[in-house]
């Protein structure tokens, strides 16, 4: 079936340092999502993304993170600067209107 | 409060038997339900969703789910289980606004024993 991919799967960073989590959507889709799991508890909604924009955010979406779909290419997550709080793994997904699919996350180790 | 709860967080069952994983949810407006399971390193894959009509739901690889919204529960079955069922399978609620928009359960990882 369609494929999310998400890019790298793990990456390691020192706190306050600037991280850059990729997403590559299904093509077609116009949906975009961010879901945060921190080790051993559910995943959590943290935004949407739609027509270029922020539709919906949690109150998880702190305000050094962002998003971003630039010119149709990858769907971007952007923590600046990172937290040891941060480290979780975050899964990327997009999605017609009724139907969601999942990249396999990347974990993100803040030190 | 919107809230999905998934009481077991592991479950073991032998190839061939019965498989039931629960799940409740607490939704104030009307529900879509959804079953996701994740094998390994790969992303979550959609099993089945419920908006409306009949309560018992059909999805892939034999599985199935009943809502039953007295009891506020959308239990996950199976009739006989194999092995490449071994996964984490969550349970998922969202509105109609935003259906993007998942509250999940914990998980409940499946081992299956041959």
């Known amino acids: 079936g369609p494929k999310v991919l998400q890019i790298p799967s793990h990456q390691i960073i020192d706190m306050g340092q600037m991280v850059t989590l990729n997403c590559d959507p299904v093509s077609n889709h116009l949906y975009f999502y961010w879901y945060k799991q921190i080790l051993g508890q559910q995943m959590e909604f943290l935004v949407n993304?739609?027509?270029?924009?922020?539709?919906?955010k949690s109150k998880l979406f702190k305000d050094q993170f962002s998003v971003e779909r630039p010119d149709g290419s990858y769907f971007t997550l952007k923590i600046q600067p990172t937290a040891l709080e941060d480290s979780a793994v975050y899964f990327c997904a997009s999605g017609g209107k009724n139907t969601l699919y999942f990249g396999a996350g990347t974990r993100l180790s803040v030190l | 409060a919107q809230s999905v709860t998934q009481p077991d967080a592991r479950v073991t069952v032998s190839e061939g038997a019965s498989l039931q994983l629960r799940c409740k949810y607490s939704y104030s407006g009307t529900p879509y339900l959804f079953w996701y399971v994740q094998y390994p390193r790969q992303g979550l894959q959609l099993l089945l969703k419920?908006?409306?009509?009949?309560?018992v739901v059909q999805g892939v690889n034999g599985f199935e789910a009943e809502f039953i919204k007295s009891n506020s529960s959308f239990h996950l079955r199976k009739a006989s289980v194999h092995w490449s069922d071994s996964a984490v399978y969550f349970c998922a609620v969202s509105g109609g606004g935003n259906q993007g928009k998942l509250i999940f359960g914990q998980g409940t990882k499946l081992s299956i024993k041959p």
């Open positions: 993304f739609y027509n270029g924009k922020v539709m919906e």
């Open positions: 419920y908006y409306s009509g009949d309560p």
